[in-house]
């Protein structure tokens, strides 16, 4: 009876307990803000800021790091908010004593309509990385890092728990394909000054391996106000002298370098010598630690093919759940009055036709979420023959080039599989001027289009095709 008893309690808490954390899981059901995107133009590059020089005396010592123009180059650094950035990913740390207080994964959820896969972000280990495909911010794809808490007693162990963070956030980033990447320049769980010192030598040592350097084009590290004690204007002035230390820029910020009592070790770790306690090899940059990395980072063998047709599968999924985020914001509820994408009906071969009209067509600057809406438009009948005619298009040149630019990135979304189901893509109208545009879009899209591709220059035309010409 005690027995049975002491089971049956088990599993009531263990029920319970199942239920609480779903709980603290499942975002609310918070309604989608628009958001103003940043351009990368709005942040300065490393290389063109200015700052006001002190009384500093040169440091005759021998400099820990000396200028590399192609480091600085990939370096930009300014004030904004990091989830507005139109980057390919950024990357937001999670604190793991306390991995629902991140203000920034709580908005990217929210923006996300609640159909974001956050399990991903919560499951992983310290200094483990995971990416995830993310909507109505500024980049689509985030990488979370789970991070510890600074610890004054043990700061050189806290140091390299985030330096090993920073360095799996570059390694997942690399794998995914990203190539422009932002880093906030402050988190809750680190005094600033210790996390932008650790930021900026994990950044050089590992810019400087031969693989990070070629496939890392630009790397943001972005002050947002909100996340921080300080305002900008007092931040800039440490995060400045850490930057000529580790970035130099000519001989006088070389000089400084000098300054630095641990550069860290070629991983940008602090390991004392006799007690070089490795956190994560990284990318292999000695002998030894070559074959002590086995796994490459990127595999640019035969199966090339088959990452491009995975690539292409994550980012139709990926627009299709943008479709579906944006359902309930105002932006989606104009497109559909609008109807200027739109199926109508079947062709006299009783394939489904799809028409696309540039005189409804007002949404070039909202190019991706127009994206995402005629993907959810035409999505039911991708599998099937189908065939798509774009009407009106002297209605207007810019909006037509607008338009046929979208028409060009359906297309690479769709992919090669899906392309080949279109039976054929009837231009109404199209002129010598955007002929010539299409001519020169024409390298970016599978020759299935090309072949597919008639140009009508009367709707009688393509009323005689049932092609939903109005």
Not at 127 to 139: D, P, Q, R, V
Not at 193 to 220: A, G, P, Q
């Amino acid at each position: 009876m005690t027995e049975t008893l002491d089971y049956g309690i088990i599993d009531a808490v263990g029920w319970l307990a199942d239920e609480v954390s779903h709980i603290l899981d499942t975002p609310p059901n918070e309604e989608i803000e628009p958001i103003k995107k940043l351009p990368q133009s709005s942040i300065p590059a490393w290389t063109s800021t200015k700052i006001r020089t002190g009384d500093i005396s040169l440091s005759t010592k021998t400099p820990n790091f000396h200028v590399q123009e192609e480091l600085n180059e990939k370096i930009f650094v300014g004030q904004g908010n990091i989830i507005c950035l139109e980057v390919d990913a950024i990357v937001v740390f999670i604190d793991e004593t306390n991995k629902y207080t991140s203000h920034q994964a709580r908005l990217i959820q929210k923006q996300s309509g609640c159909i974001l896969n956050y399990e991903p972000m919560y499951s992983i280990k310290c200094t483990e990385c995971t990416l995830i495909h993310a909507y109505n911010i500024g980049s689509p794809k985030v990488v979370f890092a789970m991070n510890c808490r600074f610890s004054n007693k043990y700061p050189e162990a806290s140091s390299n728990i985030l330096n090993t963070c920073i360095r799996n956030a570059l390694k997942c980033a690399i794998e995914h394909g990203v190539e422009t990447i932002a880093y906030p320049l402050q988190i809750r769980e680190f005094p600033d000054e210790h996390y932008v010192e650790t930021l900026c030598r994990t950044l050089r040592r590992f810019l400087e391996n031969e693989t990070v350097k070629k496939k890392i084009k630009k790397v943001f590290l972005v002050y947002t106000q909100e996340d921080s004690s300080h305002d900008w204007d007092s931040a800039k002035e440490y995060v400045t002298q850490m930057l000529q230390r580790f970035f130099p820029r000519d001989a006088y910020e070389e000089s400084m370098s000098a300054d630095i009592a641990r550069p860290g070790n070629e991983l940008g770790e602090l390991a004392d010598e006799e007690r070089n306690i490795r956190i994560g090899a990284g990318f292999a940059t000695s002998t030894v630690d070559r074959d002590r990395t086995t796994s490459p980072l990127v595999n640019f063998g035969s199966s090339s093919r088959v990452g491009n047709e995975r690539r292409n599968t994550e980012e139709y999924t990926y627009y299709l759940k943008l479709a579906y985020s944006i359902s309930k914001m105002s932006i989606y509820k104009s497109m559909r009055g609008s109807n200027f994408v739109r199926m109508s009906g079947n062709d006299k071969f009783n394939r489904p036709v799809i028409v696309v009209d540039a005189r409804d067509y007002t949404f070039s600057d909202e190019h991706e979420y127009a994206l995402a809406y005629a993907l959810g438009v035409i999505n039911p009948f991708i599998q099937y023959k189908f065939v798509i005619a774009v009407l009106h298009l002297d209605h207007s040149i810019i909006t037509s080039t607008a338009l046929l630019r979208l028409l060009r990135d359906l297309c690479h979304v769709f992919g090669v599989q899906r392309t080949k189901n279109i039976a054929g893509i009837y231009f109404h109208r199209c002129g010598w001027a955007l002929k010539g545009y299409l001519g020169m879009i024409s390298a970016f899209l599978p020759t299935q289009v090309w072949e597919a591709s008639m140009f009508v220059d009367s709707l009688e035309e393509l009323k005689e095709l049932n092609l939903g010409a109005e």
